[in-house]
């Protein structure tokens, strides 16, 4: 015997629809019109947005509250089962996408016959109407990966942090397009190998945080010198002690007040630049902490950089050491470090 859900006054109804799981929640809405606006009409404080992960065996869409998955919608490609198999997936249509759906604990998992990227597209679109969020982060996971991904962020142009993390170098112009495709507003993270003959002239970055964590031997002196960013670090990068005096004396002699951090892994030893010109003075702990916070859980040691003042006070230090070259600005000059690890032994 069927339940009368729809029936029942708007006060229990909604007490009701607000125990459910958003999975639960998004299926709700897609009975018809009147399901849709009651949904539409709830106020889920939990929800803050919706993140989007492409790995090889799915495109996933994320909910999350803070920084915890409170379920999902996976798209997949539909190839046909079993009458039993069949019997247990509903068929929707989403934004004239025909899907055939079905729900397992607190995920939905939709799957279509035509190319998945035109799913993926309804459904974002789907859930950014029902729940007034946005696709706040794009993560990629390249690692086999199927070309009929591509744009593997599709169908967005623009996503706030994009984040492209893996075991193997991908082909070179898939990288280019990883890049390009969808940009980056606030931070860009990439994690991967790169082939030793990748080259990109082309590259454009919007973002004002900027994280190459492997192999970033292709940037290049013009590239860097050009970046207009509040942070930016290079691992294992092939610049030279001038390209590092050059950016400094470009901070010095602006009026940047945005800018925070360079961090420089270098595959060559750096040598000590000449920063004579800007009067640099040692540490001393009555003008600044003895490091930064550099991510969540290390700290920079700059004990041994010495420190440069501009025009209108602001406090940056330079720190060579080993292979790193570092440049921090001192907007916090007192920092909080208590509990951090060494990022540099």
């Known amino acids: 015997m069927s339940f009368p859900l ?7 109804l909604e007490l009701i ?9 998004t299926h709700f809405s897609m009975i018809s ?6 949904v539409n009409s709830l106020r889920i404080p939990y929800l803050n947005c919706l993140d989007l992960h492409v790995t090889k065996e ?23 089962g079993d009458d039993d198999e069949e019997d247990t997936l509903i068929d929707r249509f989403i934004g004239n996408c025909e899907m055939k759906i079905f729900i397992l604990e607190d995920r939905i998992y939709s799957l279509t016959r035509h190319d998945v990227k035109i799913s993926v597209r309804a459904g974002c679109e789907y859930l950014m109407d029902l729940f007034k969020v946005n696709v706040y982060r794009g993560y990629l996971y390249p690692d086999d990966v199927p070309m009929t991904r591509q ?31 969808t940009i980056a507003q606030l931070e860009l993270l990439v994690s991967i190998p790169v082939n030793i003959n990748f080259r990109f002239n082309q590259f454009q970055i919007e973002a004002k945080y900027l994280k190459f964590c492997k192999h970033a031997f292709w940037i290049r002196s013009k590239q860097f010198l050009n970046f207009d960013l509040n942070y930016i670090r290079l691992q294992e990068c092939m610049l030279i002690p001038i390209d590092c005096q050059l950016f400094v004396l470009r901070w010095f002699y602006s009026d940047n007040t945005t800018f925070e ?6 595959l060559n030893t750096p040598e000590i630049t ?38 209108d006070g602001l406090l940056a230090t330079i720190l060579i050491q080993g292979f790193y070259f ?15 690890v060494n990022f540099i032994n």
């Open 33 to 38: 019109k009147k399901s849709y606006r009651l």
């Open 326 to 340: 570092v440049f921090h600005v001192w907007h916090d000059r007192f920092p909080d470090v208590e509990g951090l």
């Open 6 to 12: 729809l029936k029942l006054p708007f006060i229990p």
């Open 274 to 311: 000449d920063f004579d010109e800007l009067e640099p003075v040692p540490f001393d702990a009555e003008r600044r902490q003895f490091g930064f916070k550099f991510n969540f859980s290390t700290y920079i040691d700059c004990t041994h950089g010495f420190d440069i003042i501009r025009h």
């Open 261 to 266: 951090t360079l961090l420089l892994s270098l």
């Open 17 to 25: 629809l607000l125990n459910a799981n958003l999975a639960e929640l």
């Open 151 to 181: 744009p593997y962020f599709y169908p967005f142009k623009k996503i706030d942090l994009i984040y492209i993390v893996g075991k193997k170098a991908m082909k070179n112009e898939d990288f280019k397009k990883a890049l390009n495709d």
């Open 58 to 80: 799915s495109t996933q869409i994320k909910f999350k509250a803070g920084k915890v998955c409170i379920g999902g919608w996976h798209f997949l490609n539909y190839t046909g």
